[in-house]
């Protein structure tokens, strides 16, 4: 108003004597000096603002525009920060130091974390509303220290377990942006969620009663962990590389058995029958199966299982599609090389190469007078339980064919002799082993096509039963095949295959050490254990090394040297 009254003063006057202030610095001096200056009216000023700020922080609602006007009035006299902001920004520290310990016992994580969202938003919002800006950043830092960095580990270690296991997207991709704003809260982030992995994950490994769904659980736990770090950790490459560290450090803890299952698991897949995926489904299976593949340490078992396992399903034509066996075999060479997979691939070659030899074969079998001189001193080995046949069967209903395992078929022959059998009559007549006899009856009166009768009813076969034919049996279909009941894998079996690999690890560490002492002739234990742990590819302890030099020295392919016991020199 002044300033308005001797307008004409300051523009003519003043702007001609350039040492004078303008009548607006003028006043503006003066107000300073002997109004906000003095300590009462400036301790009540500020002390009102205060009070004003923290009701609003309260939930109530204030006089925004008169805050907005003192606060500028404030900067305009610059005395903002010495008077005013100093006492704020610590007002705030105590406050939510306050809320913080207050809150961390009383909420849970998840409603903790909304909280401190909400209130970092308030005061932002204040910032816009009232606050000069330069105050924002120190605002802002201080609730953050006090809100989130004065309580990250007890924030972590109280929700983020609880916050996985329920599978919180929002609250978890909260928790990262918050802690992201916090010196070390990424870091402190990363450590805990390796943790989790490698805890959770271990469970998973390290039960054996969980070993059958054990795949199935890996495969769902790497879904749900990708959709984390998609989600809520904005792809953050430090936490993708941290999972799958954790994820190699958990499935290598149980050594061979997790290979063991993936191959057994790739083997329910390709097998037919198996009607859960569609071509695509079947392929993107394949490809998540190949991510855990990856950390596995002995990738040798899980190459014996799945060569087992392709072979049984090449003999007895139960994989379910060629393209998808050799989709999964070229998944495989690109992953461990052509020397992985040369072994299968080879018997894709043989069942091409057995078809043409069966045709000569019937050939030479349809001329009465020839004689197959093929293949002479080689030794054959016959997998009866591989074996099938069709049966010509006359029912009630009408004919049928049966198709049938071989030792299904030794069975229902001796039903032509009679209409009745105990299972000592069978066992005698057919010496079918014990187990596989039980198994091949079950298939035949307790499946779904029930061409015998089993007396008593049950679904176990014992001893004392007794069989008879079922003439009254009907079926919609003409040809019908009869399942033989799969036997699990037996422990021998499971044996024989581990041993095989740990023979075979055996020669590979031998050859190893061959390699590298004919390459350099004399070397010492530690260089040597060191070269040999760069060369092969399955995990393998210092002790079992030991025992192969050993093994080498006794049978004269190297020698130790006679001053220093752990110098090793090669032998031509």
């Keep these: 108003m002044i300033r308005s009254i001797f307008l004409f003063l300051d523009r003519t006057y003043i702007l001609q004597n350039s040492l004078l202030p303008s009548i607006w610095d003028t006043g503006l001096e003066l107000f ?4 906000v200056s003095d300590g009462a009216v400036q301790s009540r000023t500020v002390e009102g603002i205060l009070e004003q700020i923290e009701r609003e922080r309260n939930g109530e609602t204030v006089d925004r525009s008169l805050l907005r006007s003192l606060l500028g009035m404030l900067s305009d006299l610059q005395v903002y920060k010495d008077s005013f902001e100093q006492r704020f920004l610590t007002e705030t520290n105590r406050l939510y130091a306050a809320e913080g310990q207050r809150l961390m016992q009383e909420r849970d994580v998840p409603e903790y974390l909304h909280h401190v969202a909400r209130r970092l938003e308030e005061e932002n919002d204040r910032v816009i509303s009232y606050l000069d800006q330069s105050t924002q ?13 004065e309580h990250m580990n007890a924030i972590l270690q109280k929700g983020l377990w609880m916050l996985l ?16 704003k916090v010196k070390g809260g990424l870091t402190a982030l990363l450590q805990a969620w390796r943790d989790y992995i490698k805890s959770f994950g271990g469970e998973i490994v390290s039960s054996p009663e969980k070993d059958k769904e054990m795949v199935q659980e890996l495969l769902d736990f790497k879904d749900k962990m990708d959709h984390v770090t998609q989600r809520c950790f904005q792809r953050n490459d430090t936490f993708i590389n941290a999972m799958k560290e954790a994820f190699e450090s958990f499935i290598n803890k149980r050594p061979n058995k997790p290979a063991e299952l993936i191959a057994k698991y790739v083997d329910s897949k390709l097998r037919a029958g198996n009607k859960e995926a569609t071509e695509e489904e079947l392929e993107r299976i394949l490809d998540k199966i190949m991510i855990i593949f990856r950390f596995i340490h002995g990738k040798d078992v899980f190459e014996a299982f799945y060569k087992k396992d392709l072979a049984k399903r090449l003999l007895v034509g139960k994989s379910a599609s060629v393209d998808a066996e050799k989709s999964m075999l070229s998944k495989l060479k690109h992953e461990c090389g052509a020397a992985f997979t040369s072994k299968l691939e080879g ?11 069966m045709i000569q074969f019937k050939q030479v079998c349809a001329d009465t007078y020839s004689l ?11 997998q009866p339980t591989l074996g099938h046949a069709v049966l010509k069967t006359e029912f009630k209903e009408g004919k049928k064919e049966l198709q049938v395992s071989l030792f299904q078929t030794l069975v229902l022959l001796m039903f032509n002799e009679s209409d009745e059998c105990s299972v000592e009559e069978i066992r005698a007549a057919t010496g079918i082993e014990d187990g596989e006899l039980k198994r091949t009856l079950q298939s035949l009166a307790c499946g779904k096509a029930r061409v015998l009768n089993k007396m008593p009813r049950g679904k176990d076969v014992e001893d004392a039963d007794r069989f008879h034919f079922n003439s009254d049996f009907r079926h919609k279909l003409f040809r019908i095949k009869i399942n033989q009941i799969q036997m699990k894998e037996t422990v021998e079996e499971q044996v024989s295959t581990t041993e095989r690999v740990f023979q075979d690890r055996q020669y ?10 004919k390459m350099r002739k004399t070397l010492s234990h530690n260089l040597l254990v060191s070269e040999l742990y760069n060369q092969l590819k399955f995990p393998v302890k210092p002790a079992d090394l030991k025992k192969r030099i050993e093994s080498l020295i006794d049978r004269d392919y190297m020698e130790r040297d006679k001053e220093n016991p752990n110098q090793y020199h090669y032998v031509a």
Aim: charged share 30%; aromatic share 4%; net charge positive.
């Design 372 to 382: 197959t001189h093929k293949h002479s001193g080689r030794k054959l080995q016959w």
């Design 137 to 149: 950043k120190p605002l802002i830092t201080t609730v953050e220290k006090q809100l989130l960095g």
């Design 32 to 35: 300073r000096t002997h109004i």
């Design 347 to 357: 018997m894709f070659k043989d069942m091409e190469l057995s078809k043409d030899i």
């Design 508 to 517: 590979q560490i031998d050859a190893a050490v061959v390699r590298i002492m």
């Design 165 to 180: 296991d329920e599978n919180r997207v929002c609250e978890l991709m909260l928790l990262y942006e918050l802690l992201n």
